[in-house]
């Protein structure tokens, strides 16, 4: 097989958008931006599926790779290196970005400043595939923190145009929680090097067991709380429902489909590759808020009045998913987080690309506001709202199932050191999230797409829409009818240390 | 001769240099308080340079340099005290509080009225050095 | 062959959706069509399996998970060919049906589609050799009804019975979903065949199988509607009324049976399982059909009549009395199916549901008033039909159970309650019967009434309706009348339950009989008003269901929307000024902080001298 | 104690005496003034040291230049010539510890590195115009390349600044 590092493929999925973000607004008209940077991630998404395929015709080892010195004095490298893990993160990332740039591409913002907002997204891209992709601590810091800014913009300024001050504050919140994370996430990366003296990833796996165990968790309680932040974990929840309902359409869609990622990704790393020992003894503290997180987000959601919100705070409840199958420590809690992970992305992104919609042609997103009978007003609209909705309560055969049911089977018999009938007691009320997730999603289909139509007429979806959006349903239904395609490595992850 | 002698010389020169700097209002003595503190730089530069008998005179050369730099500082130092005053119509140094840190709403206002009355010396806080 | 009964409804569910907005006649044609290539599949199958022939496979294919693999794969053998075979074959009767009965309903092409998926989905369970495939199907078939029912998604009730329909079931689901862990883990794997092998061979303990049973009981009782999940399915009713004859004849509710006969090996491991079984399907038994007695509405007396008989099917099985069950099933599903196509066939023409204003159509209606009778005749279980000789099935496991069986007091328990019940479900059967066809014609006042399945205007004179409508009720009458025949035949689909049971028969016949006597006479007595009457205050108790719903209100859903609510109010007033006060108490420090920059450029000098000062103090004192 | 050492005493005491008195003068011209005694005493402190050329530079651009210079700022700038009373802001006293600890720091550390060493001053042509011309011109030509541009820049900023802005 023809090694892909050697024609700087994995080079071009972090440098391509970084260039294209620099480069292409220098283009006058926004429109032609926007047509560039779309072909510029075709290619991306082009690359990345091809490394995708190299990745899992390699059983997942690290197939593409690519190393160079960067900080010689401090031995920072430019370490990148795709595994099965990262690689269907840098797909989807790369997906939803180019829906995103489609989605732009007719439906500019009525603020202007299209140019510098396509800039933006494509430096999030070339910053969150860089994340995924990198082996370095420091790389890894600096990227991660490098998607923080252009999401600030993208929120202040593009927010939402009725309410200046409240996406101001929104985006500042969001920018210092996180942040505030990644201090914590450095400090960790710090103590890392101070123990083990290198800042690279598969050597600090290789040498992990070294560090005593009173030092792995305060290491791993520190990734905890400092990725517990983004994903975001509850309590640290609070940012997130103001990000989303202020920010734009396509700002929503990469904060749910790819920011949230960066904490999942980034905890499933380390715990589980570098400080085992310790994501042990403190793995039963995150699974408990996991849950916490997935009952107190539906039930915040009953409670919503307005569709964005709600949608934001279901989040909250899948990312407890995905915490409460990390914190299972076992191979099946890593596929499933994996898997709950991609399907998160690809279902509450097409949920925020709808409700974007709605919300862009009635001007808010409150239930009072979009008025009732949907189904009537603009029927494809409701149907993809509707599917979406369903998808995202986890209805088997679509991709929200496995996911969660994974999660579930990986609380059901989690890693042996772990209290059994506590994670019992977790799967019990992850179970009940379940169905309280049903219920509002119900109760938000019978709010906005049933009833006595409103009057007013709602354009329905339009051609760019679905061109937009069409990868995204049928990549929801291909995940829940074939969930092989996301589960074929969860034996080969079972060969991770993880067990101590 | 003891080393000591002119490097305390040159300590004491120093801090009488700041203490012009710091403590003076007029804007000209604060560059006096420079240049004090520049030649007790330029003394302990030519006593090392005498006690080391550097090949290269070292100390002395650097010591012409910074002679040279002090000249092109009082020269732009000048200038800005010029503009200074034709702009504020004083050069008290310790009214000058432009770069407080104020609310926006503020300094806004203060810059609208430089920008308005300019030259007409609007700091409020301002004291007793100013032309008869 | 097996793959393409689960397939060929979806392709007709994507045709439909794709073009039948745009051609008026795609719609149908794809839905009947695939069906009824769907039904031609599953009959060659079903004669493949007519014998006893063995079981064929397809698959398995593994999905690695980490820890115990997916093992999807298909499976059919003779139970899951007839269920194929059944539920087909409705699925095409209710397609024909639709073409008729929704002619020039803009949302056709999604009913249809949806019919189809429901089918498919149907299928998959049946066919289904590995619990989480099945649990796909099982689902898929629980959103699609909950899109059916909320077909007319103005009317209030239609919403309300969708979400309660798929909250419902979805919630016994979760419990069905953490059954098939336990049983899983407890077999070392997901595969039906696999978990039977394992039950046989005794390698789950009978702590597993506990467990596992009643949660997997939990799902089950969700989908078929047993008490205490129950209050569902008469809710579902203001869906189109072909759907309640899909729903409720052959496909979701007739799933939980299955599982349960499907899964009976590891049923009987467990003693405690058997037992709440039997509770449980004696509790339906008698309450939904005391319920059907005082139900003023056509629809619901045909839903609880349902869940009434489904007991009966559980209470067999709860008896591990397999053939009896399935046999039930069978003919439950060609008399309820005809029942339901009936009853719409009769809503068709007076435009309304309830029994109060119906009466006196057996003129109006002469081929539904035939079709109908004979499926209130079979439900009530008189003798020549196929009703009496499969509830005679069940009540006879019972009876050799009580007699001379290992279950001996739940054996009498369910011989009691199952002729109770014949009582009972002969007393309804008569008086839905005596209400809607005979006596004078109550008013047709065509206001469309609450619940009216589509509250279209009808003209005032009943006439009887199209062919297309007509065809499916005389296709459904022939097994309901000949099907006694194949039943009486020892051997049948592998059974070897006695045909009859000659004491237990003679009874139920003579409570039957003397029910319908008490019935018709009540009826004649009140001058051709409803009987249930005679029930006094009692009346009041079972038309308010026993009040169930209330309960639930205040025990489940009121805390929840409390805490809903809790949650929300934490959010706005404990969290938000939490978060708030971080940014006030930043904004105070920072303005504290704030008058050392005044501005004076001469004290910032001192500062930084005075700050370099120090730390060379400090720095040589440390040193 | 050597003549030459009592000299230096002789010459710093007045460099600090007139430095002290630049400091708390209350008359600005006076001020400059005794700024020229500072620095001509530090002249002499430089030529007792053996540095001649930097002394003489010393003369010629410190108390030629830079206090003519300092006068005529103190002219354009319509500087009272009489004592002006509040000369000294009310940072002095902080001001005065700041420049106390700062100056007290450094003799300590000098005192502390350097105590007993002394200084042998050499041969006569050390810090002749000559020998450091040839340093100058030889070793340290970059710098004082460098340096010209500085001063280029220094000149052409000044203009600038100094020019009336006649746009607004």
Redesign the interface.
Known sequence: MISASSFGGLEFLVAGPAVGAALLPLLRDSRRVTQAAIGLASAVLAVSIWMWVDVVSADGAYVWQSNASWIAALDVHWRLGVDDLSAPLVVLTALLTWCCLVALLKRAPDCGGTSALVGLILVIEAGSIGTFVALDLVLFFVLFEVVLIPMWFVIAAWGDPHDEPGRRRAASRFLVVTVTGSALMLVAFLLLRSELGTFDLAALTERARVIESDRQILIAVLLMVGFGAKIPMWPLHFWLPDAHSKAPTVGSVLLAGVLLKLGTYGLLRFWYDVVPVGALEVAPYLGALGVVGIVYGALACLAQPDLKRLIAYSSVGHMGFVALAISTMTPQGLAAANFANVAHGVITALLFFVVGAVKDRVGDSGFGVIGRGLYARSPHLAAVLAVAAVASLGLPGLAGFWGEMLTMLAAYSPHPDLPQTTYLVFMVLAGLGVVLTTVYFVVAVRKVCQGVPASDAVTDVEADEWVAWLPLVALTVLLGLAPMVMLWSADVVAALPVTP | MPLLFPLVLSALLFGIGTYVVMARRHAVLVLMGVELMLNAVNLNLVAFDAWWHDALDSGQVLALFVIAIAAAEIGLGLAIVLLVFRTHQHINVDAMRELADRDGGQRADQEASKHTDRGAGSSPDRVAVTPP | MTLGIVLLPVIGAVVAMLAGHRRERIAPLAGVVTTAASLGAALVIGFGHWGDAAASALGPYEISTGGTPILVGLRVDQLSASMLVLATAVALLVQVYSVSYLRGDPRYPTYTALVCLFTAAMSLVVVSDDLFVLLVGWEVMGVCSYFLISHHWELEPAREGAVKAFVMTRLGDIGFLFGIFVIGEAAGTYQISGVITAAEAGSITSGEATISTLLLLCGVVGKSAQFPLHSWLPDAMPGPTPISALIHAATMVAAGVYLVARLLPVYVLSDVAMAVLSGIAVITMLGSALMALAADDLKRVLAWSTVSQLAYMFAALSLAGYGAAILHLLSHGAFKALLFLAAGSVIHAVGTQRLGQMGGLRAALPITFTTMTIGFAALAGVPPLVGFFSKDAVLGVAYEQAMHGEYAVRGWLVLVAGLLGAALTAAYSTRAWLLVFLGPRRGSTAEPSDGADNGRIVAAEPHESPWLMLGPLVLLAIPCLVGSWAVLRPGFLGIEADPLHLPVALISLGLALGAIAATVFAWWQLGAADPAVRLGKFRQVLAGEFHYDALVERVILRPSRFSALAVAANESSIVEPYVQGADTATQWSARLLRWLHDGNLQRYVTTVVLGAVALAVVIGLAQ | M?L??VL??LL?AM??GS??L??VSAN?VH??LW?VV??GA?AG??L????E??AW??VL??LG??VV??L???M?????TGA??????S??F???F??????G???V???AG?????????SGD??SAG??GS??FG??VL??EV?SV??L???I???V??R?QERD
């Open positions: 050597t030459v050492e230096f005493l710093g460099a600090l430095a002290v630049v400091a600005l001020c400059a700024l500072t620095l530090l402190c430089y007792l040291l053996a540095a050329f930097v530079v010393q651009i410190y230049a830079v210079l300092l005529f700022a103190l354009l700038t319509r500087a009272p002006v009373p509040d000369l000294t802001s940072n002095r902080l001001a005065a700041t420049a106390a600890a700062a100056s720091l450094l003799i550390s000098f005192a350097f105590g007993g060493t002394r200084i042998e001053i050499g050390i810090g020998a450091l340093t100058l070793a340290w710098g004082f340096l500085l001063l820049a220094a000149l900023g000044a203009i600044l100094s009336r």
